[in-house]
């Protein structure tokens, strides 16, 4: 039934990808930052505390509802591939990269440029187009895809809305400025929590679906150099296995930080941006196909044992 549910929640996203309106997550993240202009303040203690509430107040009560209506079986089937759909960013990653590759083919890069700074946080004068936008698909593979995947997998239709709840708080509070130092503190490392198995399942796809021992290398030299626990390998990993260096001076919101080199090999270009989203593909269909014969397995296994 899982790999059944999975199957169906994937194809839902490649077929309709992100909601254009009323797209619960956008919703939720516009809830987040009203709550937050609101309650971000007083002592480092109290904001602390408020934002370890507040995360609680907006994770439990969606969750517990839907662990609710999957109670029954009708509605476990009906509603688990929606909230698959609506935890996934799979489908989304392609359609954000897509402008930034034409506007590159097109040789326009003010564009490019533009549609870069969209998909992340970085300074749009200063952001090295081809690099940043691979960067955010290898990322993006964990947060918006493996993520939600791995915890259906554990816990169903609640777990990957739950993981998708927390890391859309830490995308929202997770930054190590002053302003979200303490209040956003509850947010990342819940978001480290409920991200380090998922995204060492995602270092592993990219290296056996990309050039193998160079991104198990990568990964294990050069991850513990990046300041995330989860990124790390990650990062690392994605770009041993296309074969790319990434990593370098970095700035954000005016503020350059020195990240760590990851991977090997040349600089990124146009073209490693179609190769990202196929390592991707690559990679959710090998774990999809991994996932079915393991119950398949397990179907015949119970089939022959009752027999």
Same mark, same amino acid.
């Given at each position: 039934?899982?790999? #059944? +549910?999975?199957?169906?929640? !994937? =194809? @839902?996203?490649? &077929? $309709? ?7 619960? /997550? ?30 609680? #107040? +907006?994770?439990?009560?969606? !969750? =517990? @509802?839907?662990? &609710? $209506? ?7 089937? /009906? ?229």
């Amino acid at each position: 039934m899982t790999a #059944l +549910l999975l199957w169906a929640g !994937v =194809l @839902i996203d490649l &077929w $309709l990808g992100e909601p254009r309106r009323w797209h619960p /997550l956008v919703g939720f993240g516009r809830c987040t930052g009203w709550l937050e202009r609101r309650l971000n303040k007083g002592s480092d203690f109290r904001r602390r505390i408020t934002g370890l509430v507040v995360l609680l #107040l +907006l994770v439990a009560p969606p !969750v =517990l @509802i839907c662990v &609710w $209506l999957m109670q029954w079986p009708l509605l476990q089937w /009906l509603l688990s591939p929606l909230v698959l759909w609506f935890t996934l960013g799979f489908k989304s990653l392609g359609d954000h990269i897509e402008p930034i590759r034409r506007a590159l083919k097109q040789g326009d890069e003010p564009e490019a440029r533009r549609r870069t700074a969209m998909i992340c946080s970085r300074d749009e004068a200063t952001l090295e187009i081809e690099r940043t936008a691979v960067e955010s698909v290898l990322e993006n593979g964990n947060d918006a895809v493996f993520g939600a995947l791995f915890w259906f997998c554990v816990f169903g239709a609640p777990g990957a809305l739950a993981f998708r709840l927390i890391n859309t708080l830490d995308a929202s509070w997770g930054y190590r400025s002053e302003r979200f130092l303490y209040f956003g503190w509850a947010a990342a490392r819940l978001d480290d929590l409920a991200g380090f198995l998922p995204a060492r399942l995602t270092a592993l796809s990219y290296a056996l679906c990309g050039q193998t021992r160079r991104a198990l290398r990568c990964w294990r030299l050069q991850a513990p150099q990046h300041d995330s626990p989860n990124g790390g390998p990650v990062m690392a990993a994605g770009a041993g296995a296309l074969g790319l260096q990434l990593g370098g001076p970095t700035r954000y919101r005016g503020t350059l930080v020195n990240k760590p080199i990851l991977g090997e090999g040349r600089p990124a270009a146009c073209e490693d941006l179609d190769r990202s989203l196929k390592l991707l593909r690559y990679s959710v269909l090998f774990w999809l196909v991994v996932i079915s014969l393991i119950q398949f397995g397990w179907i015949l296994a119970a089939g022959v044992f009752h027999g």
